[in-house]
């Protein structure tokens, strides 16, 4: 039976994704090049933000994806706390590196935009803050992998972090809400809203930035789970050599 | 379960348990700040709230890596793991033990505190309700991190690492409260958020320590 469970074997996985991974990488590079390329050389600049409006292109697809590690690692946490597949353990795991980065790429390219813009290269506003505060949760999260030596313990209390830090990173971003009032503009695009406040032209090549990305974490996260697949082999036969 | 409180007080109160050292650390905090930031009432009245908040939630930090360390280091945790009362009610009973030595004298200290910072006079009662309605939250969710960090050498460090993070919507409804309290403006909305919070870590997180410890007892 074809079922998702069969790639948590992780013979199966290694094929499937060693086939996957160049392709998705292209793939990747190609739609980041096209919704980077397009936005930065072939879009008009706005008329009060000039050429500054097209950090876009890399800020909002850097958030999305940091917001969406997280997510994701929380997800594969949960897998591997109820059906114990390793290699959603070590997908978590792997996550982790990559949205860190993409909260840190969001977080500068904004500092970069808000410069001119609000004057400044840091507020403590509401989404600015929350975003900081996912960078420590995933400081954490990365320091307390790397704390523990006992692979599976280290995978349980991770895990366990990341269910207990997902509903407080909820709370902090509500916290934050109610504790200043926001700077940053609202949301440019939704997803229901088809009058969405920004214009075709920018929407198209952010589109393919947003993929992109989304493509680029993936490629990510496959390369960094085979990498923690392998290291977990090789520590498995350093371990056989030693007691044979 | 009493028996478990009564004990896990004794070894707080005596000698070399760390009773004490969180309330001299809140006030060495209270007194470096004003020597750091300078003597002007205004300046100080205006951050006075949250440094006695960020001050509580430090004085918190600092006790909680030995909050299993010993029972786990002479065996007394595999014991309690295995009595008839659930691991669960044994993580709750640490955290209330930790939160009568640390958070509440932490709240009885913090007016006179207030007073060295120049709080303003009607900012005195939202100081203690916040901080009786938010230390709990702080006791439990440091227990939660106590017991991840549990089998490490140096957890100390890490366990900060993990634990602050998490104390963020505690400080933010907490200090908030006092902030609108010391300015005459209502402060339902953060008292009872601050309530949710701990009234919400102290029911669901026991579940995720003593899971943390069964994890680190394995």
Known sequence: MASIWRYANPRKFMETSGWLLPGVSILAALCIATGVIWGFFFTGE????????????????????????????????????????????????AAAPVGVTMTLIALITGAVWGQPMWGTWWAWDP???????????????????????????????????????SVFA???????????????????LSVVDEGAPMDIAYRLPLYFAMAGFALLFIALLLAGTRTEIRARRMQALLTRERMG | MTALLIRDLRLAMRAGGGFGLGLAFYLILAVLVPLGVGPEGDTL???????????????????????????????????????????????TMKALAHWITTGL?????????????????????????????????????????????????????????????LYVPTLVFGAQAVVRGAAGLGTATPLLLLAGITAGAAALLPFASAAAIRINLR
């Open chain 2, 105 to 165: 004298p932490l709240t009885l200290v913090a007016p006179v505190l207030g007073v060295l910072l120049n709080l303003p006079a009607a900012g005195f009662g939202w100081l203690v309700a916040s901080l009786l309605l938010g230390t709990p939250a702080l006791s439990v969710i440091g227990t939660f991190g106590a017991a991840l960090t549990l089998g490490l050498r140096r957890g100390g460090l890490l366990l900060s690492l993990l634990v602050l993070p």
């Open chain 1, 46 to 93: 706005d008329y009060r933000q000039g050429s500054t409006v097209k950090i876009v292109f890399l800020h909002v697809p850097a958030a999305l994806m940091a917001i969406n590690a997280w997510l994701m690692m929380l997800v594969a946490s949960l897998i591997w706390l109820i059906r114990r597949h390793h290699v959603s353990a070590l997908a978590a795991k």
């Open chain 2, 45 to 91: 009245a205006l951050i006075a709230p949250g440094i006695l908040w960020v001050g509580a939630l430090l004085s918190c930090l600092l006790s909680l890596d030995r909050l299993f360390a010993l029972d786990y280091e002479d065996g007394s945790l595999d014991l309690l793991a295995t009595a008839p009362i659930p691991l669960e009610g044994v993580v």
């Open chain 1, 170 to 188: 909820l709370l902090s971003r509500y916290a934050v809400n109610f504790w200043n009032q926001g700077l940053h503009q609202g949301a440019s």
């Open chain 1, 127 to 165: 989404r600015l803050t929350s975003f900081l505060i996912l960078f420590l949760f995933y400081l954490g999260y990365i320091a307390l992998w790397q704390a523990i030596e006992d692979p599976d313990t280290a995978a349980d209390l991770t895990s366990v972090l990341c269910l207990v830090g």
